[in-house]
């Protein structure tokens, strides 16, 4: 089996093609220091606000229905099932992503 080599893209030779890293500085921080907060929730005891929310299940359940349905409520300020108001959020920014399940 044979390979053609094609030209490089660029024209620079490969020594000015790399860039300085930048040193990054990091901190951890012990588990035992983290101060609790209490959440502020956009569907009380459900969905906190400012947080990701994971939705699991196995497929076909309605994952990306829910996801769809609280989208909908978000955004038209609509009442939850429960009858309470949605608070809504500053800016609203919903996306939802749905994937195969691997096999």
Same mark, same amino acid.
């Given at each position: 089996m ?10 620079? /030779? &490969?020594?000015? !093609?790399?860039?300085? #890293?930048t ?7 012990? @588990?035992? +220091?983290?101060? /609790? &907060?209490?959440? !502020?929730?956009?569907? #009380? ?8 929310? @994971?939705? +699991?299940?196995? /497929? ?19 009442v939850?099932?429960?009858g ?20």
């Open positions: 044979e390979f053609e080599i094609l030209p490089s893209e660029s024209s620079q /030779p &490969e020594s000015e !093609l790399k860039t300085e #890293l040193p990054r500085a990091y901190s951890l921080t012990r @588990l035992a +220091d983290v101060k /609790p &907060e209490r959440p !502020l929730w956009l569907r #009380l005891g459900h969905i906190p606000k400012g947080k990701i929310v @994971l939705i +699991d299940g196995d /497929p076909a359940t309605g994952k990306s229905t829910l996801a769809l349905d609280i989208a909908a409520h978000v955004t038209t300020g609509t939850w099932p429960d309470r108001r949605v608070s809504l959020p500053t800016q609203q920014t919903c996306t939802t992503n749905s994937s195969t399940p691997r096999n």
